[in-house]
T-cell receptor, first 109, second 117 residues
Framework: LAKTTQPISMDSYEGQEVNITCSHN???????ITWYQQFPSQGPRFIIQ???TKVTNEVASLFIPADRKSSTLSLPRVSLSDTAVYYC??????????FGQGTTLQVKP | NAGVTQTPKFQVLKTGQSMTLQCAQD?????MSWYRQDPGMGLRLIHY???????DQGEVPNGYNVSRSTTEDFPLRLLSAAPSQTSVYFC????????????????FGPGTRLTVT
């Protein structure tokens, strides 16, 4: 499985756009890139998934360059409730997912 | 749909005791997995299953057993509890192949908080 590297922590302010970049140099051809969000004392929650180019849903965008060796999760206009740990995962469809340390995002008023 | 359910929510064991953490899903998902999460750490994969009758080891399988006799249930057994197994345990499930969607989303249960004294 491809190893992922992402910043340990990030700070932002309410209303700002937050971009979290994840590096995955050894991504395989059949791997998808998935981001999860976790609040304290809860299980992770799916945010967004992509294979290539750009994916957008109602809560986030995911940008994937052509070489797929990195990806960027973009959260528009964050609020205090977006304070959480964000995990970038790379793996085959429906296969085992290995979590890294994640990025702790702190949104300040 | 209830999604992924886990029981119990909390459990305290003494060293050497055994117990089974229950996990069930009602979404007809083929893939199920168990993770543990220690304080301040990411999730670590214990065991996973790609379908009934098929299980495999994850990153930290020692001290745990699993079986998958039905699609719905994936229990995790602690054979002889140790203080190092104090953690929060999460069960997750997903489809293992496309179902008319290109999204492979894993659904996580609420977790079981286990303390071993």
């Amino acid at each position: 499985l491809a190893k992922t590297t992402q910043p340990i922590s990030m700070d932002s302010y309410e209303g700002q756009e937050v971009n979290i970049t994840c590096s995955h140099n050894n991504i395989a051809t059949n791997d998808y890139i998935t981001w999860y969000q976790q609040f304290p004392s809860q299980g992770p929650r799916f945010i967004i998934q992509g294979y290539k180019t750009k994916v957008t849903n109602e809560v986030a965008s995911l940008f994937i360059p052509a070489d797929r060796k990195s990806s960027t999760l973009s959260l528009p206009r964050v609020s205090l409730s977006d304070t959480a740990v964000y995990y970038c995962l790379v793996g085959p469809p429906g296969g085992k997912l290995i979590f890294g340390q994640g990025t702790t995002l702190q949104v300040k008023p | 749909n209830a999604g992924v359910t886990q029981t119990p929510k909390f459990q305290v064991l003494k060293t050497g005791q055994s117990m089974t953490l229950q996990c069930a899903q009602d979404m007809n998902h083929e893939y199920m997995s168990w993770y543990r999460q220690d304080p301040g750490m990411g999730l670590r994969l214990i065991h996973y299953s790609v379908g009934a009758g098929i299980t495999d080891q994850g990153e930290v399988p020692n001290g745990y057993n699993v079986s998958r006799s039905t699609t719905e249930d994936f229990p995790l057994r602690l054979l002889s509890a140790a203080p190092s197994q104090t953690s929060v345990y999460f069960c997750a499930s997903s489809y293992s192949s496309l179902r008319g969607t290109a999204i492979y989303e894993q659904y996580f249960g609420p977790g079981t908080r286990l303390t071993v004294t």
